[in-house]
């Protein structure tokens, strides 16, 4: 699943890398303009993680498609595995989402909001033998309602944003996120930032159970990531985008969960990001 995106260059990557700092992408911050825009992007990661959980510790591509018009966007992302996943999964599209965000008309000149619903398909998963058990095997929705503060937007731009399940997991997961944004020049830009996750009893047991206990978790902060990403315009209408993440996850039940369920506890992965707006 991809990662929300905010107002700084997370935007122009993806719950793909667009997820640099491991969570959905998610289309956020779109423009208020009356006249549409739309993008294309392609992504080539060393690894999937997701939320903490390392779902590919192998190559994948994660291509995207936006559109956007009076604050309102439609995304829709998915998830190629080049090499083997956790669900024995290569060769083919274990994910698609597709996103649709509105970012709130209020005349706040510190904050800005955007809503959402995002749904998860995973379409190689009914290829799979007993592919109706198991955490991920089924497509799932989301809510989510995000904040931005931006009242030092030229030096860091806090966030927090909160998902809610309301098909498989029925649980709530916050994401909470600082980057601070720089401009080098007028084709170059880089940023670099800290993030961490926290969910609640229903949302932990569905993605974090395993044997080692007993199936039963803790609310709890689940993962926390440090990121960094450089941006630079290739022509006037696109973009590469480096991206670098340690993403790790919380010790006890969540940690062992990690290593049982997903493909490590932690992990550096990189990517890089092309993306043409029309």
Do not use: C
Not at 79 to 88: K, M, T, V
Not at 164 to 181: R, T
Not at 199 to 216: H, K, L, V
């Amino acid at each position: 699943m991809k990662k929300f995106l905010t107002v700084g260059m997370v935007a122009a990557m993806t719950a793909g890398i667009a997820s640099a700092q491991n969570d959905v992408v998610m289309v956020g911050q779109a423009p208020a303009s009356s006249e549409a825009e739309a993008s294309v992007e392609a992504a080539l990661v060393s690894s999937y993680v997701w939320r903490g959980q390392v779902l590919n510790n192998d190559m994948v591509f994660q291509p995207q498609f936006t559109i956007a018009q009076y604050g309102v966007s439609f995304n829709v992302w998915a998830n190629y595995d080049l090499g083997e996943n956790y669900r024995g999964i290569q060769g083919d599209f274990s994910e698609l989402d597709l996103s649709l965000a509105y970012t709130l008309p209020l005349d706040l000149n510190d904050f800005s909001f955007d809503v959402g619903v995002i749904s998860y398909q995973f379409p190689a998963n009914g290829d799979l033998p007993g592919s109706s058990d198991g955490v991920n095997s089924k497509s799932t929705t989301e809510i989510f309602a995000a904040a931005h503060w931006l009242t030092f937007k030229d030096y860091v731009i806090p966030s927090a944003t909160i998902f809610g399940d309301v098909k498989e997991a029925n649980g709530i997961y916050m994401l909470f996120d600082v980057v601070a944004p720089y401009q080098i020049s007028e084709y170059l830009y880089v940023e670099g930032g800290i993030s961490t996750g926290w969910g609640n009893t229903s949302y932990n047991d569905y993605y974090w159970a395993a044997p080692s206990n007993g199936g039963n978790v803790d609310k709890g902060f689940n993962d926390y990531n440090f990121y960094g990403n450089v941006s630079y315009m290739l022509l006037d209408n696109l973009t590469a985008t480096f991206n670098l993440t340690y993403t790790g996850t919380y010790g006890g039940a969540i940690r062992n969960a990690a290593k049982e369920n997903y493909e490590a506890a932690e992990k550096v992965w990189a990517g890089v990001n092309f993306a043409y707006d029309f």
